[in-house]
């Protein structure tokens, strides 16, 4: 069968694709912050724990307005290898209660459409609110929204087939995908979660910004287009300031189903044992990964918060655009305008243009760099939410000695 391929154009202008906001300062104003609908896979138990670990980033960076969050659930993932798992509403609910936030969720339709126009109407109620609660946010929102979607793409499918009038509304700033390679030849896991749904949204006309996770190697491979990078130790969470993110981290990580409590677990001391747990804990996954953590999307989140990764007294921080020093060494990150040829089965190529455009790629200029900064820098940047919230719950906070 020959693919429908279908070239999305550069546009002549410029266009700058992603709002940031400009002031300086940690308390921003509501219509200074980037509102989000973040469409993730994200369950409880873990299904990759990466999810629930960057869960934290969109709740705590004051840069961010984070409106609802649609599960992007596949039915084959619920009942897995022994494990049973649900939608995240329970690492949801942690991360609105340590936040003092009402952040909505609701799941998506569990199963690959039919045809890339499939709406799923005929699906369950408990999977249409993730739909409905996608559309409504959209409807009432005063400001375009920033979709960011860091699973597979049905959710956005589904709800661009149903009202294709309200994304093309204005209200629609930007879809931020975190999905598919920097090769054309590598299907990546969240395209091959449902093809036809990628393939429906990355031909659409929605202006579209995309973080690759894999390279022509695969997921766990670094090229300048993809967002993959190694988390090497997971000890430091146990140093982290604010008993309750600690708690959570430990939670998720180690899948606490054996603790239905999972409100109270927040605020106890962390067990000794699951200390010790999360002290030997290691992410070997199906390639073997030597007991590192791996990570996708601090990429995505760092530029729509507008962060920038530096080189400071030798070591990695992640800061505001506003903070960085002359002296400071900059690890360059940027978006290029793309043009983009997408098949039916969701594979996708680009190329780069001048000007603006409808596609945009992400694009590090020293990943090897990039992932030993950040192995300093995320540890430190995760603590930074911390001590905010540890001035805001100064009884929540055991003051651990970072060593
Ligand atoms: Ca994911």
């Known amino acids: 069968m020959n693919a429908i391929i279908k070239q999305i154009a550069c546009f002549s202008l410029a266009t700058v694709p992603v709002l940031v906001a400009a002031s300086c300062g940690n308390n921003r104003r509501a219509d200074e912050q980037v509102p989000v609908i973040l469409v993730s896979d994200l369950y409880y138990p873990a299904q990759d724990i990466g999810d629930n670990v960057d869960l934290v980033a969109p709740f705590a960076l004051k840069e961010i307005d984070l409106v609802a969050i649609i599960f992007d659930i596949t039915r084959s993932h619920l009942k897995e290898d022994g494990i049973s798992r649900d939608p995240g509403f329970i690492p949801v609910r942690q991360l609105n209660t340590i936040f003092e936030k009402e952040v909505p969720c609701a799941a998506a339709p569990y199963d690959e459409l039919s045809s890339p126009e499939d709406r799923k109407e005929e699906a369950p109620y408990s999977q249409q609110r993730g739909i409905e609660l996608f559309l409504q946010t959209l409807e009432k929102a005063s400001r375009p929204v920033h979709i960011v979607s860091t ?23 930007a879809i931020h995908i975190c999905a598919g390679s920097s090769s054309e030849d590598y299907l990546e896991w ?21 973080y690759p996770c894999a390279s022509a190697e695969g997921p766990f491979d670094k090229d300048v287009n993809n967002t ?33 409590d999972f409100l109270s677990y927040l605020d106890e001391e962390l067990p000794e044992q ?16 030597g007991g590192a953590h791996y990570v996708w999307e601090t990429a995505l989140w760092m530029q ?15 800061v505001r655009k506003d903070e960085v020093l002359t002296s400071d060494d900059v690890c360059l990150e940027e978006l290029w305008p793309v043009t983009l040829t997408v098949k039916d089965n969701g594979l996708f190529s680009f190329e780069r243009c001048t000007g603006g455009s409808a596609v945009w790629l992400y694009y590090r200029a020293d990943p090897k760099k990039q992932e030993t900064l950040l192995n300093q820098a995320f540890p430190l940047w995760y603590d930074s939410f911390t001590k905010d919230l540890v001035k805001q719950n100064p009884e929540h906070c055991l003051c651990y000695v970072i060593n």
């Open 151 to 173: 699973g597979s793409l049905r959710p956005i499918a589904i709800a661009l087939n149903r009202r294709p009038d309200l994304f093309h509304s204005g209200k629609v700033a």
């Open 190 to 210: 969240n395209i091959a979660l449902d093809t036809l749904a990628a393939a429906r949204v990355l031909r659409s006309d929605m202006r579209v910004i995309l």
């Open 228 to 260: 993959f990078w190694a988390l090497q130790d997971l000890s430091w969470i146990l140093s982290l300031q604010d008993r309750r993110i600690k708690n959570y981290l430990a939670y998720n990580i180690l899948r606490k189903t054996d603790r239905p």
């Open 274 to 289: 699951d200390a010790a747990a999360l002290r030997d804990f290691r992410s070997d996954r199906f390639y073997g990964s």
């Open 304 to 318: 729509l918060a507008s962060l920038m990764l530096v080189e400071r007294d030798g070591k990695g921080q992640i």
